[in-house]
């Protein structure tokens, strides 16, 4: 898992919960992939910018690792890209497995389906 080159990411949706505002970032092919229902290519990020009361928490990242359907990476990484080795990266697949496999296991799949 590498750190995501986040100036060549799209912002694809917002999610807002309280004091929690969380930006979504892949690539432009990826999107592309998606709109297409297929595969997003090797080595794509997804992003999840964490900020809480406007200040950056964290990024959350998935990263597609294969060609196989369930080929992902999840990592949590700290401000300065460092990478919070005690997280269990366990809770993160296990978690969005429940989100379906042929959505790349993205909660907001259907967003960048429509994002333009
Ligand atoms: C208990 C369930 C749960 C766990 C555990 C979890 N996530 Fe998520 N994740 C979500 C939900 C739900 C969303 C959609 C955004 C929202 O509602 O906040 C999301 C969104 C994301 C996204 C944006 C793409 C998408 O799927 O919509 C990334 C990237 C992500 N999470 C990475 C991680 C990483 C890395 C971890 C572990 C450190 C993790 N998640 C742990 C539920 C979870």
Redesign the pocket.
């Known amino acids: 898992m590498t750190f995501p080159p986040l100036e060549q990411l799209e912002h694809y949706t917002t999610?807002r919960?309280g004091v929690?505002r969380?930006h979504?970032l892949t690539n432009r092919t990826a999107l592309d992939s998606i709109k297409a229902g297929q595969s997003v290519p090797i080595g794509t990020h997804?992003?999840?910018v964490d900020y809480q009361s406007d200040v950056l928490e964290r990024y959350?990242?998935?990263q597609k690792t294969g060609d196989g359907i369930d080929d992902w990476q999840?990592?949590?990484f700290r401000p300065d890209g460092s990478i919070k080795a005690d997280?269990n990266?366990e809770?993160?697949y296990?978690?969005?497995q429940?989100?379906r496999q042929d959505r790349q296991?993205?909660?907001?799949?259907s967003?960048a389906v429509e994002f333009e």
Not at 105 to 109: D, E, K, P, S
Request: aromatic content about 18%; some cysteine; proline content about 0%.
């Open positions: 999610v919960r929690t969380e979504m997804v992003v999840l959350l990242v998935a999840y990592q949590w997280e990266v809770r993160c296990s978690c969005h429940r989100s296991f993205m909660f907001t799949y967003d």
